[in-house]
């Protein structure tokens, strides 16, 4: 005899005796009578055993109707999904699909993993179902819910463009920041804000809608940028403008590169951004929390005609940063010789006794020279007592820096006077084995009355021949 040939009596007391829902589902899916009889049997055993996760998959699947079932049967309108428990029993509630789904009987679906603790209504608002939203709502779904990301349902509706969704969720009491708190910031372990989220989608109706509902327009947070500095990231000058005509500040300031809305638009190279921002009063020497000014980020990004701009609005070309650097050493740096060019002409100082350094270590040649020519010392010391050019140019092997280097005066016996060092660049020549430059660094007649150990001698017995006739001085 079949399964579906027994009395329903007996049938519920078989499903009586399955203790978990996987087993229920295999029982009901036996065949489409025992499944249309054992249906809310199995709805009723899932509310009560199975943390409402019926409910959960007709959200997630839209199946409004079969979410009204389950809410009259008493599921919990907020319940969460936990990892460690997959929706490996969805098949019994899916009766809806016995028809187009289900032809031949069983047809079982891999388990599926979200978020932990979205809830039936983060669903809802991930589709954009306004429906299945309503409903949930009306059956007093918590608004401000979150995931195990401190995501709200309105953070989906924002981040996925669903325009009723939002306006629903607001109408409902949806914080309109999303964050876990309340606070004015962002805290590290926050989402970005629903707002930020539709700027990034440059969602104009969306961002409106938010602004109207109370948006912060300058929130930001450890790691988070404003929605201002989004907006100019994502190259959106029309976003940017309505942003600043709603209330944004143009001189906002974060923890996070780029720091403020000016720095965003240099180090993006973008002129008209910088325009818009500077007309509305940026301010075009404005630092952030490293000292540094938009100058500094247009250097860095080797846009010649951003540099030539924020000069023309007047940014400072000799602001130093909070490690005592200026633009003109950020050129240096990245070796951008026609900003170097440029930055001097406009009055940058050059005789700064750090900017050899990051050259030499580039062996940068020319921009060795023109820093030469242009007065930088070729003594100069990294720190009091510390590397001078000319042992950072053997540190770095290049011969045609330290005979520059040397041309220009460099003093050829400079001493690390540093804790168990005492170094030379004749020193460091023979310990890295830079012999072409150890015989420049003799021939010039660099002090050698110090020099020992086997790699000295051997060194004095390899080009014996070539240094006949010098004088080794001490």
Not at 90 to 95: D, F, H, I, L, P
Request: charged share 20%; aromatic share 8%.
């Amino acid at each position: 005899m079949s399964l579906s040939a027994l009395p329903p009596e007996l049938l519920l007391e078989i499903v009586g005796y399955l203790t978990t829902s996987k087993d229920i589902s295999a029982f009901t899916m036996a065949n489409r009578c025992l499944y249309t009889l054992l249906y809310r049997c199995a709805i009723r055993f899932n509310v009560k055993h199975g943390s409402s996760s019926g409910l959960k998959w007709a959200a997630r699947y839209s199946r409004l109707n079969l979410a009204k079932t389950f809410l009259d049967n008493g599921a919990d309108v907020n319940a969460e999904t936990l990892e460690s428990h997959p929706e490996e029993y969805v098949n019994w509630t899916r009766q809806q699909e016995w028809d187009d789904k289900l032809p031949d009987g069983i047809k079982r679906r891999a388990p599926i993993k979200y978020h932990d603790n979205s809830t039936p209504l983060h669903f809802a608002a991930i589709n954009g179902d306004y429906r299945m939203v309503k409903l949930l709502l009306q059956s007093g779904a918590n608004v401000n819910s979150m995931d195990d990301r401190n995501r709200t349902p309105l953070h989906f509706a924002a981040y996925n463009r669903h325009l009723i969704v939002a306006y629903l969720l607001l109408g409902g009491g949806a914080h309109v920041d999303g964050l876990k708190d309340g606070s004015e910031h962002i805290r590290y372990d926050d989402e970005e804000t629903p707002l930020i989220q539709a700027t990034w989608h440059g969602n104009k109706e969306m961002i409106e809608l938010l602004i109207s509902a109370g948006a912060n327009l300058d929130i930001w947070g450890l790691g988070h940028s404003p929605p201002i500095i989004w907006a100019i990231m994502c190259r959106n000058l029309s976003v940017t403008k309505m942003l600043i005509d709603k209330g944004s500040s143009v001189t906002v300031q974060a923890i996070v590169r780029p720091p403020t809305p000016l720095h965003a638009a240099a180090y993006y190279s973008d002129e008209e951004m910088i325009n818009l921002l500077l007309d509305h009063g940026a301010n075009v020497n404005q630092t952030c929390y490293g000292g540094t000014t938009p100058l500094f980020s247009a250097v860095d990004q080797g846009c010649e005609k951003v540099v030539k701009l924020l000069l023309e609005k007047g940014a400072e070309p000799n602001h130093k940063d909070n490690g005592d650097h200026t633009p003109l050493f950020n050129a240096v740096y990245c070796g951008h010789e026609t900003i170097f060019d440029l930055l001097v002409k406009r009055g940058a100082d050059s005789s700064h006794p750090s900017l050899l350094f990051p050259a030499i270590t580039q062996k940068n040649e020319s921009m060795v020279k023109k820093l030469l020519d242009l007065g930088s010392d070729p003594n100069a010391r990294s720190s009091p007592g510390g590397y001078a050019p000319l042992h950072i140019a053997v540190y770095h092997p290049c011969t045609s820096i330290v005979k520059m280097l040397v041309d220009f005066k460099a003093d050829i016996n400079a001493v690390v006077d540093l804790i168990r060092s005492d170094e030379t660049p004749l020193s460091i020549a023979i310990k890295y084995n830079r012999e072409e430059i150890a015989l420049m660094l003799v021939k010039s007649g660099t002090n050698t009355r110090y020099m020992e150990g086997p790699q000295w001698l051997e060194f004095r017995e390899k080009y014996k021949d070539e240094l006949a006739g010098y004088v080794f001085r001490s």
